[in-house]
């Protein structure tokens, strides 16, 4: 997490993770000074490798035609190897490598019912980007909150919704989540799953999911609520209000800024200038922390220690996750634009080939055997979800009308772990009749 110290007044030092040695011990708590005095700042930056390369947009032709080329850096490196989790036992591990392995395979599956035209709208992949959706939320207990974005279908499974919940609601039957009301990720539970539904309107999540932390505080426990952000939503203006709200009345939100490099089709080098997101950390008086997003360990390290954080009531954390988005913006966008070196070099950080080469080589936790039987076992699984999601009806018309609106106190939302406090330290007092909060 992010160091605060204490410097001499006759100067001002910034520091980053990328000039500061990495330590794998936590930093101290991050605490307000009474003082005036200045501060230096780190950044812990806990990859076991540091990418160095750039992209620049190039124009071709007569000079309306554009392209992105990569500008110097070296692509030709392996892969590290997976970093030791300082909390995950052998079991742990290999269950986050099985959602892993269930969230790519439901993505492929989901790539082919939607060349069968099987899907209504559009797809949204997470190539790439399993072991930070499923390790994240893996992180998280019963009593806590998640808010996934279009990309972290592994988050959704974990939390507990089948593939079969996710292939109907992209093909908008009456079985799935939203009962053929909503396509795409849209739907969410917060009855049973505490998972909140995404909202395409990038960054508006933030300040959801901080209301979410306020309202458990309300009630007398501090939880940790998690969602993300891509590298392009983390500018928009809701992003910083509610990460400020969050930061000012030590909330427990635990933010994965995605750093996919690709805002759609515009490359990180042309979005901001900072070399880490995570550095944005700092004008909130936060901590932060910068991981690699196809390490499933230093994914779970990380998110376990913010989620603690939080449960103790010391407030969010951000956490910078590099990686490489695998597929466009969605199913509809080829990603012509993204130089071919680039998907060379990430393609040899695989997050589910580097952890199954750490389970079954490097820890030898799974025989090559017990790994085969664990695929076919995932396989399995989700041929059977695949059947009954293309096999489930499409809405009947007249059922568009039901659900649309409040009707017979159907909206009634009671407090989840106590009754809020008010002044004086007394419990309110509700009618046996009467909710919290009534929608009409």
Not at 200 to 214: C, E, K, R, Y
Not at 226 to 233: F, Q, R, S
Not at 385 to 407: F, H, K, L, Q
């Amino acid at each position: 997490m992010a160091n605060k110290k204490t410097a001499p007044a006759a100067k001002r030092v910034k520091t980053t993770g990328n000039s500061r040695p990495r330590s794998s011990q936590p930093g101290p708590r991050l605490g307000r000074s009474s003082t005036n005095d200045l501060r230096t700042y780190s950044i812990p930056d806990y990859r076991l490798e540091k990418p160095d390369f750039t992209v620049r947009q190039v124009r071709v032709g007569n000079g309306n035609e554009v392209r992105y080329e990569v500008e110097s850096g070296d692509l030709s490196n392996p892969a590290p190897s997976i970093r030791e989790s300082r909390y995950l036992t052998k079991q742990q591990t290999i269950e986050i490598y099985r959602w892993m392995l269930l969230n790519r395979r439901m993505e492929t599956a989901l790539d082919s019912l939607y060349k069968q035209s099987k899907v209504v709208g559009g797809v949204y992949f997470g190539l790439g980007q399993e072991a930070c959706s499923c390790a994240s939320a893996y992180a998280l207990r019963k009593d806590d909150w998640l808010g996934p974005m279009i990309r972290n279908q592994g988050s959704v499974l974990v939390r507990g919704f089948s593939p079969c919940d996710i292939m109907m609601q992209y093909m908008a039957k009456a079985d799935s989540p939203t009962k053929g009301r909503d396509a795409s990720s849209h739907f969410g539970d917060h009855l049973k799953r505490n998972v909140v539904s995404p909202i395409s309107t990038l960054g508006d999540l933030i300040p959801v999911l901080a209301g979410v932390a306020l309202g458990a505080r309300l009630q007398g426990k501090n939880i940790a609520v998690m969602t993300y952000i891509g590298d392009g939503g983390q500018s928009t203006g809701v992003t910083y209000e509610g990460l400020n709200f969050a930061a000012v009345q030590d909330l427990g939100l635990v933010l994965l800024v995605e750093n996919n490099l690709w805002a759609y089709s515009t490359p990180s080098d042309m979005q901001f200038r900072v070399k880490d997101l995570a550095e944005r950390a700092i004008a909130y008086g936060i901590p932060g922390v910068i991981i690699d997003g196809t390490d499933a360990c230093q994914v779970y390290d990380a998110c376990h220690e913010a989620c603690e954080r939080a449960r103790r009531g010391e407030g969010p954390t951000l956490i910078e996750a590099k990686m490489m988005r695998m597929k466009g913006h969605a199913i509809h966008d080829a990603a012509e634009y993204v130089p071919k070196p680039l998907f060379e070099y990430w393609k040899k950080r695989d997050p589910i080939a580097r952890l199954e080469n750490y389970l079954v080589k490097t820890k030898k936790w799974l025989t090559a055997d017990e790994n085969q039987k664990l695929i076919a076992a995932v396989e399995q699984q989700l041929e059977a979800d695949r059947e009954i999601a293309v096999n489930s009806p499409m809405p009947t018309p007249e059922s568009a009308e039901v659900g649309a609106y409040c009707e017979n106190g159907c909206h009634h939302i009671k407090p989840r772990y106590a009754m809020p406090k008010v002044r004086g330290g007394k419990s309110t007092s509700l009618k046996s009749s009467e909710a919290v909060v009534h929608l009409k």
